[in-house]
Nanobody, 117 residues
Framework: VQLQASGGGLVQAGGSLRFSCAAS????????MGWYRQAPGKQRVLVAR?????NYADSVKGRFTISRDNAKNTVDLQMNSLKPEDTAVYYCNVDLILRNGVRYLYWGQGTQVTVSS
């Protein structure tokens, strides 16, 4: 299984960015798809996740929107009104079932987001 993430980069405060993550390979089904982030010197934390319901970190509610395309096994994160405190490495995360029935948690490679003030 591979997770291919795209997006991210450098943006000024108040700007927008969009991430996309695609899962491919020996996948039977996908449970939860989500995004986490890790700022320098801090732990990795949940940004947003989606299965039958959607959860957002309080810090991004009203600014970020997560969406999912089950046919394409993709999850997107639209980030608006970005703030300097959103600066972090963002990771795609997918909880899935392989075709052999094994449940596995995959992480994408991480993408840097830098928001300048």
């Amino acid at each position: 299984v591979q997770l291919q993430a795209s997006g991210g980069g450098l943006v000024q405060a108040g700007g927008s960015l969009r991430f996309s993550c695609a899962a491919s390979g020996n996948i039977e089904s996908i449970n939860v798809m989500g995004w986490y982030r890790q700022a320098p010197g801090k732990q990795r934390v949940l940004v947003a996740r989606i299965n039958n319901i959607i959860n957002y970190a309080d810090s991004v509610k009203g600014r970020f929107t997560i969406s999912r395309d089950n046919a394409k096994n993709t999850v997107d994160l639209q980030m608006n009104s970005l703030k300097p405190e959103d600066t972090a490495v963002y990771y795609c995360n997918v909880d899935l079932i392989l075709r052999n029935g094994v449940r596995y948690l995959y992480w994408g490679q991480g993408t840097q987001v830098t928001v300048s003030s």
